[in-house]
């Protein structure tokens, strides 16, 4: 596919203003091409305009017909999974094996979402029949079900060039659900960005859906996606990426006069517990496996362990050995943009400085010439310390771990009931370990979405029961997952139907049930014919 770096809105291409940008390879430092244009204001309103134009019609769809689309979307990006493999390697430094999997992930969100659609209970349709001898007053007959919301605007993330960008979760979600989406796509990959882009407006023509239904945007700064927020036509948002981002559209859309929900995903530092019999039988491992979870992806992953409580043990000094011995033998890590090492730079300059916290152990390799190398390091500081300093707390994100020293059991219980949300939580610990810290899994799930026992968080299964989600700030709405089939319901809103006539009603409601579907009937679940 030819680059155009122009956006896509509807089925057209934009024009653009005379301001412009291009993408970088961090690995080598190269400026690349084409030129992409910035949207204009203009252009927000036009991809707006259509969006909004095509929803009556693409809401009515069928299940059927939407799960139709996910799956032509889902075939046309490993068709060309090589070409896009390619340039997203270009644009993000991430090595292509990563890519073609992540590649194979979205495609399969896609699908998962078509199966939730093509079956069609996950609009949660209730049917209350009518009484007309019920006294005093005669009974009316109530329906309701989920229906879609609106155009929703969804912007890409830095991390994931495909499962969180132009046809990731948010994108799959929203489209389920019989919504149009416009995406702002992320700077740092945006030849990626439009070649998926290009692929799912194909998906729109070829399955006759109605122009509209998906755009895409350029922008190298914040204008485009705060006027696609606070545009009137725009019923919700959906975000991954920082938290000064995130919290910044969530206002913007908790401000218009009609605020909308804006699902924003803003970073973790996951917090992982090791406890005492678990080090001391399997310190070592642990010590091995953990740095494999907090450098993978170059520890650009919103799920990377990076707080790390461990408390006085026989293994103490195995785990601290293997731990530095990995870190200390690493190559240096190639980080997605050069803000983003910057970031990972100031902070780490201001965690040297900070006079209560050590440099546990850093990464002496060279860099090996990447524009954008970053060392793995892991800091040190005492659980009390911690309980004093909340910026311990922040996400460094890149090749970095903090680990917390305890010294008792209070001190690892009071460090848990300090934290603020977060996505995820981690327990290593025998059987005897879990029954001595009984108290510690009640307290973490108030703070995150996602436990883990015995293992590490940075993989994010995509099934109906996954939740990745959390309390604020990990997240703006802790109701809602953005990977999983649950994700759907953030994209729609009940709607009931009193005494309507049965052809008027949706098919998830009429009376025989022409769908097949599960639905809830004077209170007992049943895929009956007739109810």
Known sequence: MHLTGMSLIGARSGAGTQESFRGFAPGTGTVLEPPFFVASSEEVNAAAAVSSKAFPIYASIPGSGRAHFLRAIAAKLQSAETELAERAHLETALPLPRLRSEIARTAGQLRLFASVV?????SLPRIDHADSNRKPAAKPDIRSMLRP???????????????????????????????????????????????????????????????????????????????????????????????????????IAANRPEPIPFYAEMGSTNPLFVLPRALASSGQKIAEDLYSSFTLGAGQFCTKPGLIFVGESAGLQDFFSALG????????????????????????????????????TKAQIAPSGSACAAPAVVYRAEASVFMEDASLAEEMF???????????????????????GHLTATIHGTAEDLQEYAELLPVLVTKVGRIIFNGYPTGVEVCHAMVHGGPFPSTADSRTTSV?????????????YQDCPDALLPGELQENNPLNVWRLVDGEFTNARSC
């Open 118 to 122: 093509d079956e069609g209970s996950w």
């Open 149 to 251: 919301l609106g155009p929703v605007a969804v912007f890409g993330a830095s991390n994931f060039p495909f499962a969180f960008s132009v046809a990731g979760g948010d994108t799959a979600s929203a489209l389920a659900a019989g919504n149009p989406v416009i995406v702002k796509a992320h700077p740092a990959h945006p030849g990626t960005s439009e070649l998926v882009g290009r692929l799912i407006q194909e998906s729109v023509v070829e399955c006759g859906l109605p122009e509209g239904v998906f755009s895409l945007l350029f922008d190298s700064g914040p204008r485009v996606g705060e006027e696609l927020v606070a545009h009137p036509l725009i019923k919700a948002g959906g975000f991954t990426g920082s938290f000064a981002a995130g919290r910044a559209l969530f206002r």
């Open 325 to 360: 011995a990995k870190v200390e033998e690493s190559a240096s890590f190639t980080l997605l943009t050069d803000r983003i090492r910057q970031s990972y730079d100031k902070t780490a300059r201001d965690r040297e400085r900070n006079t209560n916290v050590q440099v546990f």
């Open 398 to 420: 890149g090749p970095s771990t903090l680990l917390i020293a305890c010294k008792r059991k209070e001190e690892i219980l009071e460090c848990a009931r300090r934290l603020h």
């Open 484 to 496: 999983g089939t649950l994700a759907i319901h953030r994209f729609a809103r009940p709607i009931c």
